[in-house]
């Protein structure tokens, strides 16, 4: 069993930056591929980035290419979403989700590739 905290969310203006985290638990970190998703009011929890189990891929939604960036860091067992010039359109709870990976290099971007997901942090970015 996998357990995720989210932490880093909160209330910032247009423009503002954030920086989230999520530890990891219960399992050997580099063998898990991570993600972010968020899910606003009255939507659907949309994909945002992900991460392979070594680091080396990454992907992005087009929505938040060139101003998030994931990292991960396998020594501290914590996976960052690092955010930048936010809009009010990215308000949402974000969660990070993760998945035994069984190639080091791939990343998933699918809700249902995911097998464990943290409790999610709300980001609200003011206009």
């Known amino acids: 069993q996998v357990q995720l905290v989210e932490s880093g969310g909160g209330l910032v203006q247009a423009g503002g930056s954030l920086r989230l985290s999520c530890a990891a638990s219960?399992?050997?970190?580099?063998?898990?591929?991570m993600g972010w998703f968020r899910q606003a009011p009255g939507k659907e929890r949309e994909f945002v980035t992900a991460?392979?189990?070594?680091?080396?891929?990454?992907y992005y939604a087009d929505s938040v290419e060139g101003r998030f960036t994931i990292s991960r860091d396998n020594a501290e067992n914590t996976v960052y979403l690092q955010m930048n010039s936010l809009k009010p359109e990215d308000t949402a709870i974000y969660y990070c989700?993760?998945?035994?990976?069984?190639?080091?290099?791939?990343?998933?971007?699918?809700?249902?590739?995911?097998?464990?997901w943290g409790q999610g942090t709300q980001v609200t970015v003011s206009s």
């Open positions: 989700a993760a998945v035994i990976a069984y190639y080091r290099n791939t990343y998933y971007v699918r809700r249902y590739e995911y097998n464990y």
């Open positions: 219960g399992r050997t970190f580099s063998s898990l591929a």
């Open positions: 991460i392979s189990s070594s680091g080396s891929n990454t």
